[in-house]
């Protein structure tokens, strides 16, 4: 099974920019179509779903949470087995761990990641 590689977080104040960067390891890259999501302690706690926050297909089209609109950036790059999420104006609210995770439709889906921890303060 494939686990994807998260990094790139880190602390920032309200307003700045982080790049995070998701690998796909391996010989054998499969076309995933990847997803960004993120996920706070405390809904953790409560059992509550990952909160979908970016997505790239295969084909390159993009889709994003309302939430993030006009401030993340979905890209990835082919030869680098690398999609980034370039996050600026970054909010207290964006606070949370967050995952990469990858589905192709011949390789099925990929585990779940350590994650990368974003922290913004106010």
């Known amino acids: 099974q494939v686990t994807l590689v998260e990094s790139g977080g880190g602390s920032v104040q309200t307003g700045g920019s982080l790049r995070l960067s998701c690998a796909v390891p391996?010989?054998?890259?499969?076309?995933?179509?990847i997803t960004w999501y993120r996920q706070t302690p405390e809904k953790e706690r409560e059992f509550v779903e990952r909160?979908?926050?970016?997505?790239?297909?295969?084909?390159?089209?993009?889709s994003y949470a309302d939430s993030v609109k006009g401030r993340f950036s979905i890209s990835q790059d082919k030869s680098k087995k690398m999609v980034y999420l370039q996050m600026n104006g970054l909010k207290p609210e964006d606070t949370a761990m967050y995952y990469c995770?990858?589905?192709?439709?011949?390789?099925?889906?990929?585990?779940w990641g350590q994650g990368t921890q974003v922290t913004v303060s106010s």
């Open positions: 909160e979908f926050v970016a997505g790239i297909e295969h084909d390159g089209r993009t």
């Open positions: 995770k990858g589905f192709a439709l011949l390789c099925g889906a990929t585990d």
């Open positions: 391996g010989v054998n890259y499969c076309d995933y179509d």
